[in-house]
Structures are given as C-alpha cells and as structure tokens.
C-alpha cells in the first residue's frame, strides 16, 4: 500500500471566529505506515459537527485540542483496506475518529467501531451514530417528556435537533423547534414533524415562546445557548427540565453570556443538566435498537447535508456557524464501496 | 379578648434595595376578631429570611406580593392564646406565617403546625423550622455529598448554609465555606466546623477556590448567586451538582448576572437544580429527626442572631443584606412562656 498518498487538512494557525483560509492548509503526504494492532481506514464520509471547532481552540476540554500540524479532528466512517491486527479486516465499515484526512489509522480503542452488515454509511453519522444517540439519551435521560408535555429544541433543523424533537413526538410530546429564518423553520414543522417553529431572527423570541408554549416549557434540549438558552429559561415550567447538549452560540467567540434567567430553576424548582454522549457508549445498542425501530415505522426521519470533497471540509464546519446546515452536515470524502 | 391591640409593621411603599424608614409604618390596631375555624396566636419570634425581601416587590414568586398596607409577611412561632377551632387549643405553639405583627390569626392549613411537647421556640425557626429542612433536603436529595467529595457552600456563615456544611460534613464530605469577611469565615470553621472558609471580600474567588478545592467541587449548596455562582461553576467538577437554594445576591436589585460559567455544566455533565422546601412538607418529620440525632450527638450546633422587639424587624431584615448577620436572624416579639 506504499503507493498510496494521504490528503489531510491540517491546522495552520488557530482560528479566530469562522476559519480563515490561512488558519488550514490542504496537504498531501504518504499514507501512514501501520504498527501492529492498527488497521489503515479510506475515509468514505466525515461527520462535521460544531464541537469540531471547539477543539481547534487552546482550551482543555473532554478531548486535548487539535495541534498545529495536525489534521483537524472530526467523525467519520470508512473502510478498512489494510490490517496488521484481528480486530478488523479489510472490507470492515468502521466508524472512528477519522479526522479532515483520506486515510485513518484505527486500533481497538472505544472511538472506533466495525459496523456489522451492509449499512448506510450516511446514516452512520447521523441518527446510528454519536448524534442519534446524543439526541436519544438527552431527551430519554435528562429531558424524560411525559405526554402532553411541552418540549422545546434549539437548532432544530440541525443533525441532533431535529432527532430530538421527533424522539420527544414519539414520547407524546407537543414540540416546539426554534431555528433561523423561515425556510428552516418550514422544514422542521413540514419534514421533522414538529408542532410549530419558532425564527429566532424574527425577533422577540420571548414573545414567540409565550405565545407558541402558553403551558410553559416542561422540556428544553439546548444546543445553543446564550440568549436563547435564557429566553426558554423566561418560559420554564414548574419542575421544568434543561438538557445541555451545546453552546454553539459561543463555539466562535469563546464568549458566552450566562442566563440570568437561571433563577426561574430556583423559582419553578427546575433542573439543567449537562450531558456527554460518549459517557453512554455502553448503551449506544439500546439507542439504535429503539431509533431503527422508530425509523422502520416511518416516525422518524433524518437527513444529511453533503460537502462534496475533502476541500470543502472547512467550508462545511464554518457552515455550521453561519446557519446554511439542515440536518446533518457531513462532507464526503471518498465514495463507499459497499452501501 | 377584645381589649387586645395589635402592632404590625405593614408596607407603605415598594423599596428600592434596602427597605428604607418610609417604606414601612409601625402601627398598632385592634386585634383580630376570630371566625369560626380560626385560633389567634399571640406571636413570640418571627424568622427573617431573605425571601421575605422578595415579597415586598411587585413580582409573581412562589407566593404573592404583600399588598401595600398589609404587613410584611415572614414564618413566625407563637402561643395560641384564643381559638375558634379544632385544630388548635390555647397554649398550643404553633408555627405559621406569623408576619411583622404581635398578633396573628391561624388556620388548619399548610404553613400552620402545632409544635408537640416542651419546645426550644427559637430553633424552630433554625434547625427545626423551614430553614433546617431546606439545608437538609438541599444536601440530601440534590448535593448527595459522597465521602471524601468536596462541597463547598455559599453564605455559609447564614442559617441555612451553616447547617447544609455541617450536614454535608456527617455525610463525610470535605466542606468548603464562602462568607464575607474575616469574623464570619473565623466563625464558619470554629463554630460550625468546616475545613474551610473563604472571604469573598478579600478578592479573586477563583483563585481562593482553585486553592482550597485542588480536587475542585462536586456540590455547591448556593445561597448566593451572582458572581459567587460564576466563580464555584467555573472550578465544577466531573459530575457536579449545584444545589440553588437562594439569590440573595440580586433580591436588592432585581438584578441577576447569569452564570456564564454554567457552560461547565456541559463540559463536565454537572447538573444545576432548583427546590423548594415547601414541596417536601411531607418530609419535615424525617429531616428534624435526623437533624434532631444529629444535635444530640453533639455532630451539629444551630445559632441564632436575635433583635428585640417588633420596631426592629426592618432592621433585622436588612441585616441579611449588609452582612451583619451569623445563623439565623430573628426577631423577639414578646416572651414565649413555654420554652
């Protein structure tokens, strides 16, 4: 396999708001040479979410950031076409850390995964992997809607969002989406399924709240943060539930106002809870054995934004941030053999 | 009983901050005249919370305002001294919303509990009154402090975090203090017993947490908010639960930064929950037995902050805000004659 090349987006310089064309450099170097225990993955698909951009930041969080020089950090799935160890083989789908790259190196470690049978590798990255189950335990765990409830979603036409309110229809929820600018706003009520949604870029948001959610919010699955967090706060139910799932808002800046609505959890007895999908590993069967089943049944659907090529990576992360991403946005990188 | 009068200190006008000499007006008046399923108690000590300031704005909270010309309303003990009903017979200690007055008139209802046997009247307004029990379910259903775990607790030289860090401390957890001052933090670890106490005037919290919590915080019982909350959310450990008792850092104002570190809730799955005693008044029973065996044991000690005499309410509610108070404020109205 000596002859193969390797394309990588690497870090230049770390980024300052969106990424700047001088922040990354698309190189091409040989294919990595495998130890023992590893097997060398063609990347097929890269999962781009928003954490993605917090990791090209200097700052500790629950992975080290992306060094200069590095490929940038990201989700993907691809197949195994080399192996110097048993758990995996060549023709294997896995989904790994793939990284901004056309060939991964994988071993047995808890981010890679074979996929067992001919699969969707699209829909490995979106509701059968890391956001369908971040979607799943964040509503079922933390958020727990009874029916009749109310439940709101930030980002709502986005990969996680969307999940989560069809996960909470299913639950006999009354879901309320909010996303930006009216063409979302459509496609979360006509194709997701929710009951209304609100355009935070109409204005008043708090108004928009009162009058969509007139029993108050029972159930908010936050993505977003900042003023929209501290909106839906405004509108909190007694014994509401907030699930912390991002704070894209601040994924840029690096600054985020707090909530000075977070005395409504004092006042109505509330709870808002942080949560980190990977902490669920153990229970990812149990999340897709329940959204497989949903998805058989035709209550729920999902649906994936492709950047076509590795040089349109960048332009997909920054995407995220200026609001052009439905569903799940995900940039291909080679095309599947198997699918 | 006719020939009773009755003091009461009622509201004129909403304060601005600190209730000011024009705001209320001493005034004395007939006394009450019973209808059927009422008793009058002539009360003997009124317990001065922080809420009660909160009261006397023109804000829906868990119970409405006080009504300008009604009297400032606070949880009180007394002595039945006329009754109308079944519930209560004369010379029975009751505890009730007694409010800033001599004379009040109870019901069979919620707030109202006939205390049994020979009863120590002050500590039913510390340890075992409300404020015992919202350090107890505090620390018990939300903090759950583990052995070895570090708590750290907000006006802890107050009623109810002096009680929530001794509580946290038979639980076997480390227990951090935060006061203002130097007197308040000597007593929070002599008097009460915690293995620290720091001076949020002396400056730079963070850095007095980062020192004093090298393992950083699995609970914080918060009575304070504000910066206070920023500064604990920003040392959050992997896990941690914030307990929000209070905001006493805004009541003044109406003003309440948000916590912009709540974003750690989210980078370490920590979760922020809000409660209300009143929604354990089934429970009272359990907590004052435990705290009970606790004081037997000598493992808890309760002190109370008394003014004396009715024309001195105001400034005893006042007090709470500019920090002249240790343990739990009160206020004598008249001799009990049952101690």
């Known amino acids: 396999m000596n002859h193969l090349t390797n394309r990588q987006v690497v870090l230049r310089r770390r980024p300052t708001g969106l990424v700047q064309p001088d922040d990354t450099e698309l190189i091409e170097g040989p294919a990595p040479v495998l130890g023992k225990g590893e097997a060398l993955v ?7 979410d928003a954490a993605v951009r917090t990791w090209l930041d200097d700052q500790p969080g629950y992975l080290p950031p992306v060094q200069i020089g590095e490929a940038i950090r990201a989700g993907g799935v691809g197949e195994v076409i080399e192996t110097r160890c048993d758990a995996y083989a060549v023709g294997d789908i896995v989904t790994t850390l793939s990284d901004f790259q ?4 994988v071993r047995d470690d808890v981010f890679s995964t074979v996929i067992a049978g001919p699969v969707d590798q699209l829909s490995m990255l979106s509701v ?21 409830e109310t439940v709101v979603v930030s980002a709502a036409a986005g990969a996680t969002g969307s999940l989560a309110g069809q996960i909470a229809k299913i639950a006999g ?14 496609v979360v009520v006509e194709e997701f399924g929710f009951d209304a949604c609100l355009d935070y870029r109409a204005g008043d948001l708090p108004a928009q709240l009162k009058e969509h959610c007139p029993k108050r919010v029972d159930v908010f699955f936050d993505n977003v943060g ?33 909530p000075a609505n977070y005395t409504n959890l ?12 990977l902490n669920n590993w153990g ?13 058989a049944e035709g209550r729920l659907v999902h649906r994936e934004h492709i950047h076509d090529g590795l040089e349109h990576a960048v332009d997909a992360l920054n995407g995220l941030f200026t609001g052009t991403n439905i ?11 198997v699918s």
């Open 173 to 186: 929820a009354r879901v309320v989406g909010i996303a930006g600018g009216p063409e979302k706003c459509r």
């Open 283 to 295: 229970r990812f069967d149990e999340a897709f054995t329940k959204l497989r089943a949903w998805e």
């Open 102 to 105: 056309e060939l991964a190196v």
């Open 327 to 337: 569903g799940k946005t995900v940039v291909r990188v080679s095309d599947p053999t």
């Open 128 to 148: 059968y992997g890391s956001t369908g189950a971040t979607a799943y335990f964040g509503v079922t765990d933390i958020g727990k809607p009874q029916p009749g």
């Open 42 to 48: 063609r990347n097929t698909y890269l999962g781009i």
């Open 266 to 277: 004092l006042a109505r007895c509330g709870t808002m809870q942080g949560f980190n999908t």
């Open 226 to 258: 900042g003023p929209i967090l501290d909106a839906v706060l405004g509108r909190l139910a007694q014994g509401g539930r907030v699930a912390l799932c991002g704070v894209i808002s601040s994924y840029l800046t690096g600054e985020h106002p707090g």
